[in-house]
Nanobody, 120 residues
Framework: QVQLVESGGGLVQVGGSLRLSCAAS????????MGWYRQAPGKQQRELVA????????NYVDSVKGRFTISRDSAKNTVYLQMDSLRPEDTAVYYC?????????????WGQGTQVTVSS
């Protein structure tokens, strides 16, 4: 089992910055990919915003490239999402995700979600 605890959301004005943190505990050493998803108001699906693999590979959705940065501190089992130049369309609940593929079984773990609101 993997437990994820998020922090860092809040209210910010257009052009501002926020940093989200996600601390993993439990069997975190078995995680293959950690990522941040978001669910915008009125939308049912979560969108992958950024992901980072256990060997450092990184990917971003096009809409955040150049504005968001995902990073990790392996010693602290923590992943961060630095969000700069925030826009109103970034408003969403952000969820941390941990994906594990072990012994031919895939598992996904989720944090509780943290609200990010960008006001104009």
């Amino acid at each position: 089992q993997v437990q994820l605890v998020e922090s860092g959301g809040g209210l910010v004005q257009v052009g501002g910055s926020l940093r989200l943190s996600c601390a993993a505990s439990g069997s975190s050493f078995t995680i293959n990919v950690m990522g941040w998803y978001r669910q915008a108001p009125g939308k049912q699906q979560r969108e992958l915003v950024a992901g980072i693999t256990s060997n450092g590979g990184i990917n971003y959705v096009d809409s955040v490239k150049g504005r968001f940065t995902i990073s990790r501190d392996s010693a602290k089992n923590t992943v961060y999402l630095q969000m700069d130049s925030l826009r109103p369309e970034d408003t969403a609940v952000y969820y941390c995700n941990a994906h594990r593929f072990l012994n031919w079984r895939a598992d996904d773990y989720w944090g509780q979600g943290t609200q990010v609101t960008v006001s104009s």
